[in-house]
């Protein structure tokens, strides 16, 4: 089905209105299916993606605040996300060597283990866009980058 049937709207003031939509359409299914993904392992969208982020970085360890920075979404609770991931033995949190201020947090073994299992189970993600092919898929990122350009 196409955005007018699945939303029952058939006017749009414009291909860009529609596109807009669309996008904004496209991400909560797609995120609904990332909760569905995650929620046999007991994570969030969130706790996910900073854990995604420390394995980038692993071994050296990162900043709530270098966290932020690399979040997909910006209006996250680092703090609190990475708490929660400390009570699940996923990350560590150690005093910044270097700054006493500050706080070092890094995956812990359990944590690179949950996103290898996890990795395994990736191609079930991948299939919701298995409608595009590889050349469409990055045609389709290029496109979302150009969007964003403007800023």
Same mark, same amino acid.
């Given at each position: 089905?196409?955005?007018?049937?699945?939303? !029952?709207? *058939?006017? #749009? @003031?414009?291909? @860009?209105?529609?596109? &807009?939509?669309?996008?904004?359409?496209?991400?909560?299914?797609?995120? $609904?299916?990332?909760?569905? #993904?995650?929620? *046999?392992?007991? /994570?969030?969208?969130?706790? #996910?993606?900073?854990?995604?982020?420390?394995?980038?970085?692993?071994?050296?360890?990162?900043?709530?605040?270098?966290?932020?920075? @690399?979040?997909? +979404? %910006?209006?996250?609770?680092?703090?609190?996300?990475?708490?929660?991931?400390?009570? %699940?033995?996923?990350?560590?949190?150690?005093?910044?060597?270097? +700054? %006493?201020?500050?706080? =070092?947090?890094?995956?812990?073994?359990?944590?690179? *283990?949950?996103? *290898? %299992?996890? =990795?395994? !189970?990736?191609?079930?993600?991948?299939?919701?866009?298995?409608?595009?092919?590889?050349? $469409?898929?990055?045609? /389709?990122?290029?496109?979302?980058?150009? &969007?964003?350009?403007?800023?």
């Amino acid at each position: 089905m196409g955005l007018s049937e699945d939303i !029952k709207q *058939d006017k #749009f @003031r414009s291909n @860009r209105q529609k596109a &807009a939509i669309n996008i904004i359409y496209t991400n909560n299914w797609l995120s $609904e299916r990332m909760r569905d #993904f995650l929620a *046999d392992d007991d /994570l969030t969208l969130q706790q #996910f993606n900073v854990l995604r982020i420390l394995r980038g970085s692993y071994p050296a360890p990162l900043s709530t605040l270098q966290i932020r920075e @690399r979040m997909l +979404d %910006k209006m996250s609770d680092t703090s609190r996300i990475v708490d929660r991931l400390i009570k %699940k033995e996923l990350v560590s949190k150690k005093t910044c060597k270097m +700054d %006493k201020r500050l706080v =070092d947090i890094c995956i812990t073994g359990s944590g690179l *283990d949950l996103l *290898d %299992k996890l =990795d395994a !189970k990736s191609s079930q993600i991948e299939i919701h866009m298995g409608s595009l092919s590889e050349e $469409e898929a990055g045609l /389709l990122s290029n496109l979302l980058d150009k &969007a964003r350009a403007r800023e």
